[in-house]
């Protein structure tokens, strides 16, 4: 089944034909007008109220034919969701998104109990990003050491964070990032002011060091922002096509620049705190985020290989798992493997014949469960992702 799914058009992502939304909703949509001067973010698939995918032959929205055809997930999926788990989507990232970190189960409930009008479900929201292009994010704690190494160098962290901080080391983590995210606007603006002319006195090696282009960039988008000096604690990844991250309960990020596929649990719980119009709630991010340090290579999520065209990303949760697909040019044909759970496809690359028609990138068809597609008069390299319940 052919799905016609929606584009989210938030201010931070790239514009026009920059955007691999765009290109990929333009390509499989003839009707669809990429203008320029918009910018095309996100790119939705599933069955999320927000914007559910409508099935092309019918149109039909999918989730209404999963309920009237329950078997479509899959026993196992029915048994432990009764819907589809998992909300897909493609992301083009101009502008940094928000510092945040996304609640466990337990207390996605109770802030949903509290706090409807904030929190909207009840539902935890592990995510995973694959990137498409080079991807650049914040994610997880730097090492100790290196975040000591910071506040010794930069003068205008230790100016925010208080020498009662820089003495109790086995909290200096947790208590430096509170004391930085609730740091009056007027020392933020102040620090900052110095800390860029601080700049001008740098060397290149210097620059690099103090990841001072990174500071900039986030500057221009979010002048004198708080979030900005979270770059001094948390790792800065720069992905290259087809790596990986998994974002569990409590684990600060931010997407910063880049395209990628994203696969989440189906839920809204976005607990914010820097970089962002957004509301923010520092108190309950810094009360339950891991202060865990992580070299950047560790925080990378490495898929299982199936087979020989097939690799799969299994985190450690039910909601969902990520296949990636990749037929080389010059093979003719192609059968999709026999799945447990229902899954939607993208088509990233390559140009395909199958029963119902053609498939060409950004092509989007949800399979029933146990169910194949079988591809055939396959040109250039068919590359594909594949989301599916993890069951």
């Given at each position: 089944m052919e799905l016609s799914c929606n584009v989210?058009?938030?201010?931070?992502g790239k514009k026009g034909a920059d955007s691999k939304v765009a290109q990929l909703q333009k390509s499989?949509?003839?009707?669809?007008?990429?203008?320029?001067?918009?910018?095309?973010?996100?790119?939705?698939?599933?069955?999320?109220?927000?914007?559910?995918?409508?099935?092309?032959?019918?149109?039909?929205?999918?989730?209404d034919a999963i309920t009237e055809h329950p078997e479509y997930l899959g026993?196992?999926?029915?048994?432990?969701?009764?819907?589809?788990?998992?909300?897909?989507?493609?992301?083009?990232?101009?502008?940094?998104?928000?510092?945040?970190?996304?609640?466990?189960?337990?207390?996605?409930?109770?802030?949903?109990?509290?706090?409807?009008?904030?929190?909207?479900?009840?539902?935890?929201?592990?995510?995973?990003?694959?990137?498409?292009?080079?991807?650049?994010?914040?994610?997880?704690?730097?090492?100790?050491?290196?975040?000591?190494?910071?506040?010794?160098?930069?003068?205008?962290?230790?100016c925010i964070i208080g020498h009662e901080t820089l003495n109790n080391e086995c909290q200096l983590v947790q208590n430096a990032f509170r004391a930085v995210l609730t740091c009056s606007k007027e020392k933020i603006?102040?620090?900052?002011?110095?800390?860029f002319e601080r700049f001008q006195t740098y060397d290149q090696n210097q620059r690099q060091a103090h990841l001072v282009s990174l500071v900039e960039r986030l500057h221009s988008q979010f002048p004198y922002d708080n979030g900005i000096l979270m770059v001094y604690f948390l790792n800065?990844?720069?992905?290259?096509?087809?790596?990986?991250?998994?974002?569990?309960?409590?684990?600060?990020?931010?997407?910063?620049f880049g395209d990628c596929v994203e696969c989440m649990a189906c839920s809204d719980n976005v607990v914010r705190a820097g970089l962002t119009p957004k509301f923010v709630d520092v108190d309950t991010l810094c009360d339950m985020l891991i202060y865990k340090g992580e070299k950047p290579e560790d925080k990378l999520?490495?898929?299982?290989?199936?087979?020989?065209?097939?690799v799969i990303f299994?985190?450690?949760?039910?909601?969902?798992?990520?296949?990636?697909?990749?037929?080389?040019e010059g093979e003719t044909s192609f059968e999709t493997a026999k799945r447990s759970s229902a899954s939607i496809i993208l088509v990233v690359s390559g140009e395909a014949d199958y029963v119902n028609g053609k498939v060409v990138p950004g092509t989007v068809l949800f399979l029933p469960a146990n169910n194949t597609i079988d591809f055939t008069n396959l040109k250039g390299t068919l590359f594909l992702y594949q989301a599916l319940a993890n069951v």
């Open positions: 989210q058009n938030y201010e931070w499989a949509n003839e009707g669809f007008e990429v203008k320029e001067s918009l910018p095309y973010a996100e790119l939705w698939m599933g069955t999320h109220v927000n914007a559910p995918s409508i099935i092309k032959s019918t149109k039909q929205k999918l989730s026993d196992d999926v029915l048994r432990e969701f009764n819907e589809l788990p998992f909300l897909f989507k493609v992301l083009s990232v101009d502008k940094a998104l928000s510092i945040q970190a996304h609640p466990s189960k337990d207390h996605a409930a109770e802030l949903h109990s509290k706090f409807p009008n904030i929190y909207k479900d009840p539902n935890h929201k592990p995510e995973m990003a694959i990137a498409l292009t080079p991807f650049e994010a914040l994610c997880g704690f730097k090492p100790l050491p290196e975040v000591k190494s910071f506040i010794k160098d930069i003068p205008e962290l230790q603006r102040t620090c900052i002011d110095s800390l800065y990844l720069k992905l290259s096509e087809c790596e990986a991250i998994f974002l569990g309960a409590n684990e600060p990020h931010a997407y910063l999520f490495s898929p299982i290989r199936e087979d020989a065209f097939s299994k985190p450690p949760v039910p909601d969902f798992a990520v296949v990636q697909i990749e037929v080389p």
